[in-house]
């Protein structure tokens, strides 16, 4: 089993499961968070010190479901279902392990809606099922499971409830995972999932075949354009939620996009092609990022993207 899978925050839902004390199972959130999130000490610096726990509790959660649905030995869908059953007793008041300890407690302090954790479970529920998406539109559909609630969430502990917000939040989540799906064609294509949509695969001449090779051909660099640009428009329909928040999280909202559309950048940069090498943003590029990011913020310069 993984990392977030083999640690004690995963018997949530082991039939042996011990009960934890509240502040062991953040501790213990805060322990995956640093070990296996990098940028976590970043986000700790420009979260308030009263949510870095409740935050960690959340992603806890999310590197868990995802672990489960990609890693787990066995039958993922049932361990999908137990995971589900857990994230219910949570919701109750009586969560179990590290991780529903935690959660419990951040669910009840914040009154926070069920639907956008099980939506994550649905994503990996997906997972398990589809490995093609026919449309761009079924892969937005896609992210507004594995994606949208993750923000909508954030949101949701900074105080932030309304329609507009969550609706900006959308565009900018959903752009985050495209940007990581065009990023990672050659890693997914091993592991059996095509994320590019396949009409749109068609559109350009495309085949699965050639996603095979060790360069992209011609028409495969015309897709990936295609989408990059598609995707540059999302993150610009998500930009204006950065002036609707207050605070250091203006800061992290820019990070979001400016580190999603720096990937898109460096995917344009090795020409479209994805699959010669995968496109990544250097540890120079990255403390350049938030250095200017914060001040452009912070100092009112309105340089973040």
Known sequence: MVDAFACAEASAFAEDTASISVP???????????????????????????????????????????????????????????????????????????????????IA???????????LIEANRMDQEISRYRTLSDLV?????SANPVGRLVLMLHGYRDAERFALSDFTCTALQLANFWQDVARDRGAGRIYLPQEEMGDFGVTEQGLVSSEASEQLRSLMRFLVERT?????????????????LKVELALFSRGGLAVLDAIAAQ??????????????????????????????????I
Request: positive net charge.
């Open 109 to 119: 302090r914040f009154d926070l809606p069920r639907e956008p954790f099980a939506r």
């Open 232 to 248: 540059q428009e999302m993150f610009a329909r998500g930009q204006p939620l950065i002036g609707r928040v207050r605070g250091r």
């Open 141 to 145: 559909r896609y992210c507004e499971h």
């Open 24 to 106: 062991h199972a953040y501790a213990a959130c805060l322990r995956l968070a640093q070990e296996h999130y990098e940028n976590f000490s970043v986000l700790s610096w420009l979260t308030p010190r009263s949510l870095r726990a409740h935050r960690a509790a959340i992603y806890a959660y999310c590197r868990t479901v995802d672990d489960l649905g990609d890693e787990a030995s066995g039958d993922r869908l049932s361990h999908l279902d137990r995971f589900e059953e857990s994230l219910d007793e949570s919701m109750a008041g009586r969560g179990r392990g590290a991780v529903f300890t935690a959660l419990g407690e951040t």
């Open 271 to 304: 020409g479209y092609d994805t699959l010669r090498a995968r496109p990544t943003i250097s540890p120079p590029q990255k403390r350049r990022l938030i250095l200017s990011t914060a001040s452009g913020v912070l100092f009112g310069r309105r340089a973040w």
